[in-house]
């Protein structure tokens, strides 16, 4: 199964394209690029998927699944990374599942990272406000309570009693809170999403039919909403 994969829900933009079966000749076991975007992630991610996809000699039509990361995160980045991969979904019938940031993030840890080998995993994201977005996980990668915005003096009574790992994006406030409420917390280096990790995960979602639809995932309700005023009245000219 080839896969193509990219993530624009924080800071890094990331794309990468391989295939999780048994391969074929010609076909590279794995192309990836990453770079830093605080903003721009719509300019810099087409150009950064054409490159992957002429680095790995593959045409958009062999591709088998489009994933991408569908939060939470930034608002612009996560609207941008799904408007691009349904566009390319529409065009070349390809199916597109999301994952949401937590999976891919605590995916990431066992991939790239010192893994969580025996403390409960807190994947925790940076909100842009005053709380934390966080979801626990076992050592073995499972989510073990949904996720949520909380704020870093409760995060310690939120996550399960014994030492914690903590990664993502909002890793350091949390493990200051968790350390200041008495908890042991052990800071792993993952900030970002490994786009290698996210096609593993989206591959394995895809073949047992627990992807997600690729619509953005939000944990709190936006800030701006309809006006509560009446619509305005047209008079005939």
Same mark, same amino acid.
């Given at each position: 199964m080839i896969v193509l994969a990219f993530d624009t829900s924080g800071t890094a933009c990331s794309v990468a394209v391989a295939d999780v079966g048994h391969g074929e000749p010609g076909i590279a076991p794995g192309i990836a690029q990453s770079r830093e975007v605080v903003r721009g992630h719509a300019e810099a991610l087409m150009p950064m998927v054409a490159d992957v996809m002429a680095e790995a000699g593959l045409r958009f039509d062999a591709l088998d699944?489009? /994933?991408?990361?569908?939060?939470?995160? +930034?608002f612009t980045g996560?609207?941008?990374?799904? %408007?691009?991969? @349904?566009?390319? &979904?529409?065009?070349?019938?390809?199916?597109?599942v999301g994952v949401s940031a937590f999976a891919a993030l605590a995916a990431t840890c066992r991939r790239d990272g010192p893994s969580a080998d025996v403390e409960t995993l807190a994947v925790c994201i940076d909100s842009r406000r005053a709380d934390i977005f966080v979801q626990a996980f076992d050592p073995a990668g499972t989510a073990i309570d949904a996720a949520?915005?909380?704020?870093?003096?409760?995060?310690?009574?939120r996550l399960p009693a014994g030492p914690v790992?903590?990664?993502?994006?909002?890793?350091?406030?949390?493990?200051?809170?968790?350390?200041? /409420?008495?908890?042991?917390?052990?800071? +792993?280096?993952?900030?970002?999403?490994?786009?290698? %990790?996210?096609? @593993?995960?989206? &591959?394995?979602?895809?073949?047992?039919?627990?992807?997600?639809?690729?619509?953005?995932?939000?944990?709190?309700?936006?800030?701006?909403?309809?006006?509560?005023?009446?619509a305005p009245t047209c008079r005939p000219l």
């Amino acid at each position: 199964m080839i896969v193509l994969a990219f993530d624009t829900s924080g800071t890094a933009c990331s794309v990468a394209v391989a295939d999780v079966g048994h391969g074929e000749p010609g076909i590279a076991p794995g192309i990836a690029q990453s770079r830093e975007v605080v903003r721009g992630h719509a300019e810099a991610l087409m150009p950064m998927v054409a490159d992957v996809m002429a680095e790995a000699g593959l045409r958009f039509d062999a591709l088998d699944l489009i /994933a991408v990361t569908v939060g939470p995160g +930034l608002f612009t980045g996560l609207r941008a990374g799904i %408007a691009a991969a @349904r566009g390319l &979904a529409l065009a070349t019938g390809v199916p597109c599942v999301g994952v949401s940031a937590f999976a891919a993030l605590a995916a990431t840890c066992r991939r790239d990272g010192p893994s969580a080998d025996v403390e409960t995993l807190a994947v925790c994201i940076d909100s842009r406000r005053a709380d934390i977005f966080v979801q626990a996980f076992d050592p073995a990668g499972t989510a073990i309570d949904a996720a949520a915005a909380v704020l870093p003096s409760a995060l310690a009574q939120r996550l399960p009693a014994g030492p914690v790992a903590v990664a993502g994006s909002a890793a350091d406030p949390a493990q200051h809170a968790l350390i200041a /409420a008495g908890r042991t917390a052990r800071l +792993l280096p993952v900030r970002s999403v490994c786009p290698r %990790a996210l096609i @593993r995960l989206a &591959a394995a979602a895809w073949q047992n039919d627990s992807a997600l639809p690729p619509q953005p995932l939000y944990l709190r309700e936006p800030d701006t909403g309809p006006s509560a005023d009446a619509a305005p009245t047209c008079r005939p000219l």
